[in-house]
């Protein structure tokens, strides 16, 4: 089916974003994946190319449009090309808008400029060893000194956890307070005290930096407080709807390129003395995995226009990321047997998909929790 909701502007910014991936990216990602670490001059190139901060105002540097189209595109683009490593969409869809729709005018100009040159790669630290799905269960803890606030905790399983230059972290601000006593604290590279671990060591997604950060006695200037004292659960709720849309948006687009690979293959691939195609069993899987993407992919859209147009709720969100990483999964698993022995082999396309892909139920919130989600919305 023709999609319909994409205008001549989004068309030419695809080409932009093609043209950046087959110059800055691809020429160098089999080094990245190697080193377990994309390069910093990404960053910038992708900064001048006006691929970071695309929503954040002009006058901060950025491309001064909110248009979630736009970080469609981008992702959509990044997954065809197979490319994990570089996570501009961390940057730019679920990091922007905390800095642009919570910083203070003096935080914005400190900020904003860095962040969409590709000078300043930022990370959001919500999870700890003990605490994952259940943000209540966080310790990290930042008590008031005055002047400042002197933080002491760790994270774990950090995007951009090495390259990060400023950090996000969820801390607790009033001991008694649970979900109401958290507060968004922005650490910045240099702060003493501000330690990072291991570079994690993942199945997939390898040239993406993961990693534990620690925090002992980090005196982060009252300065640094982004968003409303112990308002962090609020602003996490607020804005993980659209980490969720941008997760559910590569889910989809890594389905429909595995399903088109995988169609291609099994027309050249012959056993038995004719084309796998021919056989009827492959035939109904092609059918069924084409189906599935197309009536997500009809859902899909919808919520990205939705999102667009700023009326997309989190009840639907968490349906597009669950249903869309779900199905993003097991085309990846069928896809892999279609292709046999080859498809257990890391040089071929969809072998990379399978590794890279498997976390996309488990990041932004897990499917049961996006069905916790959902649940509570019908049956409260
Ligand atoms: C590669 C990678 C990148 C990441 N990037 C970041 C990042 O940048 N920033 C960040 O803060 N975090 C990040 N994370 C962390 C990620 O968001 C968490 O791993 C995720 O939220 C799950 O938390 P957990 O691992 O503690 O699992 P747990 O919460 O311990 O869950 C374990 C299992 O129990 C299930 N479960 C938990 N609660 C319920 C419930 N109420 N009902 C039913 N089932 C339940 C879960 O669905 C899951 O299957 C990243 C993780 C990875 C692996």
Not at 89 to 97: A, E, F, K, R, V
Not at 206 to 218: C, G, I, N, P
Request: proline share 2%.
């Amino acid at each position: 089916m023709q999609r319909q909701i994409f205008t001549e502007e989004h068309d030419a910014f695809r080409e932009t974003v093609r043209t950046f991936l087959a110059k800055e990216v691809l020429p160098h990602y089999e080094q990245w994946e190697k080193d377990g670490i994309v390069s910093r001059e990404a960053w910038r190139a992708a900064g001048r190319q006006g691929l970071l901060g695309l929503a954040v105002p002009e006058e901060y540097g950025g491309g001064g449009n909110t248009d979630f189209r736009y970080s469609a595109v981008l992702a959509e683009e990044f997954t065809r090309a197979g490319v994990s490593g570089l996570a501009l969409g961390l940057h730019n869809d679920i990091i922007g808008p905390y800095l642009t729709g919570l910083g203070t005018e003096e935080q914005k100009r400190r900020w904003l400029p860095g962040f969409c040159s590709g000078e300043t790669i930022t990370a959001i630290a919500m999870t700890e060893p003990g605490a994952g799905s259940d943000l209540q269960g966080i310790r990290t803890a930042a008590e008031d000194k005055g002047d400042h606030w002197l933080l002491n905790g760790s994270k774990t399983f950090i995007s951009n956890g090495i390259l990060a230059d400023l950090v996000i972290v969820v801390a607790k601000t009033s001991p008694e307070g649970g979900a109401k006593g958290l507060s968004l604290l922005v650490v910045e590279r240099g702060a003493e005290g501000f330690e990072r671990g291991r570079n994690l060591d993942k199945i997939g997604q390898k040239s993406q930096d993961t990693a534990e950060l620690f925090f002992d006695d980090v005196r982060v200037p009252k300065e640094n407080l982004l968003g409303e004292l112990d308002g962090a659960f609020v602003h996490l709720m607020t804005n993980l709807a659209q980490e969720r849309m941008g997760i559910a948006v590569a889910g989809i687009a890594a389905a429909e390129h595995l399903l088109e690979i995988t169609t291609r293959y099994v027309k050249e691939r012959e056993a038995f003395g004719r084309p796998l195609s021919k056989l009827q069993h492959i035939r109904f899987e092609i059918a069924e995995m084409a189906t599935e993407c197309a009536v997500t992919r009809t859902f899909l859209d919808r919520c990205i226009v939705d999102h667009s147009e700023g009326t997309l709720d989190a009840v639907h969100a968490s349906m597009a990321k669950w249903w869309a990483t779900e199905l993003q999964k097991r085309v990846a698993d069928r896809c892999l047997q279609l292709h046999g022995g080859y498809g257990y082999m890391t040089e071929y396309r969809v072998a990379k998909a399978f590794t890279d892909g498997r976390i996309q139920t488990i990041y932004g919130g897990t499917t049961e929790i996006m069905k916790e989600i959902i649940g509570r919305s019908l049956l409260a």
